[in-house]
């Protein structure tokens, strides 16, 4: 939960409808607290002067708030300091799990600032309407993960000025030449598949420090909002948002909370039947496609396995960024200071 002195909220506080009004909810620490809300184009734009509302409920809905394209609102009760709420994901057309990954608190009572983090899968389908989108987030860095081959088959569409802020830091783990064996010799199982992504998970953490060392360290540089992406978004831009939010102070169960969240934001479904056919096209014996719903789901043990193998590494979260990922005191200093309010 995301916390103030007042109110809590969880980790979508709000919420598009879509007739393009805002639903947001929030539980009050005390059942007769007042809460106003107020709105803004930017968290540093909501004007605390004028609330659209004031409520003694636990959510409300709003009609279409006129601010830029995104819009971000303050929830402000009693002598408390007003909490900023934001959506956190996207409904784009030709890209899946676009999501914010900020507003979450740390364990010593900051919070992570609302859009200067985002997360995505591969961003080749962007239509005129997303690059708009896109554009309109003022983004500095965009780092890709995916390896040459994905960026060869499926190339980013974005508009020239994001374009221009592509930086590539390619992952590849070595587990995952399992998978493609198993799929192609026609011995692969729906449990087989689920522990190849267990050992995927480890291997980010073990074979590929430097890589996240350097997206960490280019973040912790940027001058504002940064991109994340691969191509689901969920396992390599997953476990890499994992160590950034670990790195501002996030508890594990908050950033695993975050990171489930591709389960509602990822469009598995598609995926899987398109991966289906990539195979049987390369030859691939006929097999059920259910056997590869490990591969495009976020399953807990995932994630949990990466972060074993952290530990098995190091003696502590800030042993494996300072040692395994070689980030300075000055590094981790300028991320905590420019992602964290």
């Known amino acids: 939960m995301l916390r103030s002195t007042s109110i809590e909220v969880d980790a979508k506080p709000v919420e598009r409808e879509p007739d393009g009004s805002f639903r947001l909810r929030w539980t009050p620490r005390r059942p007769d607290l007042e809460v106003a809300i107020h709105a803004g184009s930017s968290p540093e734009a909501v004007d605390l002067e004028r609330p659209l509302v004031r409520t003694r409920e636990r959510e409300h809905r709003l009609g279409p708030v006129h601010v830029s394209t995104r819009a971000f609102f303050a929830l402000e009760a009693g002598d408390a300091e007003p909490l900023i709420v934001a959506e956190r994901g996207f409904a784009l057309e030709g890209a899946s799990n676009f999501r914010d990954f900020g507003g979450?608190?740390?364990?010593?009572?900051?919070?992570?600032?609302?859009?200067?983090?985002?997360?995505?899968?591969?961003?080749?389908?962007?239509?005129?309407?997303?690059?708009?989108?896109?554009?309109?987030?003022?983004?500095?860095?965009?780092f890709d993960l995916r390896?040459?081959?994905?960026?060869?088959?499926?190339?980013?569409?974005?508009?020239?000025?994001?374009?221009?802020?592509?930086?590539?830091?390619?992952?590849?783990?070595?587990?995952?030449?399992?998978?493609?064996?198993?799929?192609?010799?026609?011995?692969?199982?729906?449990?087989?598949?689920?522990?190849?992504?267990?050992?995927?998970?480890?291997?980010?953490?073990?074979e590929h420090q430097t890589e996240y060392g350097e997206l960490l360290g280019r973040v912790a540089?940027?001058?504002?909002?940064?991109?994340?992406?691969?191509?689901?978004?969920?396992?390599?831009?997953?476990?890499?948002?994992?160590?950034?939010?670990?790195?501002?102070?996030?508890?594990?169960?908050?950033?695993?909370?975050?990171?489930?969240?591709?389960?509602?934001?990822?469009?598995?479904?598609?995926?899987?039947?398109?991966?289906?056919?990539?195979?049987?096209?390369?030859?691939?014996?006929?097999?059920?496609?259910?056997?590869?719903?490990?591969?495009?789901?976020?399953r807990r043990n995932y994630l949990e396995a990466g972060l074993a193998a952290v530990d098995e590494l190091a003696d502590s979260l800030d042993a494996y960024l300072r040692g395994a990922l070689r980030l300075s005191d000055t590094q981790l200093s300028r991320l905590r200071d420019r992602l964290l309010e």
Not at 104 to 129: F, K, N, P
Not at 169 to 177: C, Q, R, T
């Open 104 to 142: 979450y608190s740390t364990a010593d009572g900051h919070r992570v600032r609302w859009g200067q983090l985002y997360r995505s899968g591969e961003l080749s389908g962007l239509s005129d309407r997303d690059r708009r989108f896109v554009a309109s987030l003022g983004l500095e860095a965009i």
């Open 147 to 206: 390896i040459p081959q994905e960026d060869e088959r499926a190339p980013s569409a974005l508009s020239p000025r994001e374009a221009d802020r592509i930086t590539h830091i390619p992952l590849y783990p070595g587990s995952a030449h399992a998978y493609r064996e198993q799929l192609m010799a026609g011995t692969a199982t729906a449990e087989g598949l689920a522990d190849v992504m267990e050992a995927i998970n480890r291997d980010l953490a073990r």
């Open 221 to 298: 540089d940027a001058q504002g909002p940064v991109l994340i992406h691969c191509a689901a978004g969920k396992d390599r831009t997953g476990f890499g948002v994992a160590l950034l939010l670990l790195a501002l102070g996030v508890p594990r169960e908050t950033v695993m909370v975050d990171y489930l969240l591709s389960r509602e934001f990822f469009d598995a479904d598609r995926v899987l039947s398109g991966e289906r056919a990539v195979y049987l096209q390369r030859g691939a014996p006929a097999f059920d496609p259910a056997i590869l719903r490990p591969l495009v789901e976020a």
